[in-house]
């Protein structure tokens, strides 16, 4: 089965660090970038950045830039979403999504179940 | 404030046909695609349309997409129930050095 199974909830306080983790299986992993999306309690979709698992090569939102890392361990087809020092403003669901078609036809087809990421002291 | 502009929301009876825009400019719908995503409330967002007007497989044809310009447009024709939900619409925009940008949602309330 094509899924992406993303890690479980976490219960965080200020300024601790996080990585929550998406793993790809079903379908050959490195052959298509991987999407870090938030969606903060009652709002939107927000793109956070993106990962040629290939390569590792990374772009993030320039909302995100700085405050989140992206990288990808090919040996276990898994992506992460990682935060040195987290903020209460970081509270959301952290989706990942895998990005397919051709140049300038992409879209997400395939997401993840999403992580619910708390952060209270 | 999102790149992509959304309706908030919109409403419809069962059986009626309601359709949802997306503005947005010509670095991301002028020039790419534009793909649509269905929430349903609690679960993760699921491919209903990409490259404009494409289904997958296993979305009824109910749903169509469209664009014109910097716009794009879902419609939903034989309104169900369960078709209640968040609807985002999503692009590649060129500015920025590259990112991708979602439309606000629009939240349909089969009424």
């Known amino acids: 089965e094509v899924q992406l199974v993303q890690s479980g909830a976490e219960v965080k306080k200020p300024g601790e660090s996080l990585r929550i983790s998406c793993t790809g299986s079903g379908y050959s992993f490195t052959s298509y970038w991987i999407t870090w999306v938030r969606q903060m309690p009652g709002k939107g979709l927000e793109w956070m950045g993106r990962?040629?698992?290939?390569?590792?090569?990374?772009n993030y939102s320039p909302s995100f830039q700085g405050h989140v890392t992206i990288s990808v361990d090919k040996s276990t087809s898994t992506a992460f979403l990682q935060w040195s020092s987290l903020r209460a403003s970081d509270t959301a669901i952290y989706y990942c999504?895998?990005?397919?078609?051709?140049?300038?036809?992409?879209?997400?087809?395939?997401w993840g179940r999403g992580t619910l990421v708390i952060v209270s002291s | 404030q999102s790149v992509l502009t959304q309706p908030p929301s919109t409403s419809g009876t069962p059986g009626q046909r309601v359709t949802i825009s997306c503005s947005g400019s010509r670095s991301n719908i002028g020039i790419n695609t534009v793909s649509w995503y269905l929430q349903l409330p609690g679960t993760a967002p699921k491919l209903l349309i990409y490259n404009n007007n494409q289904r997958p497989s296993g979305v009824p044809d109910r749903f169509s997409g469209s664009k014109s310009g910097t716009s794009a447009s879902l419609a939903i024709s034989g309104l169900q129930s369960e078709d209640e939900a968040d609807y985002y619409c999503?692009?590649?925009?060129?500015?920025?050095?590259?990112?991708?940008?979602f439309g606000g949602g629009t939240k349909l309330t089969v009424l």
């Open positions: 999503a692009a590649w925009d060129d500015s920025l050095n590259g990112r991708w940008v």
């Open positions: 999504a895998k990005r397919s078609g051709p140049h300038r036809r992409w879209y997400f087809d395939l």
């Open positions: 990962i040629d698992p290939k390569d590792s090569w990374t």
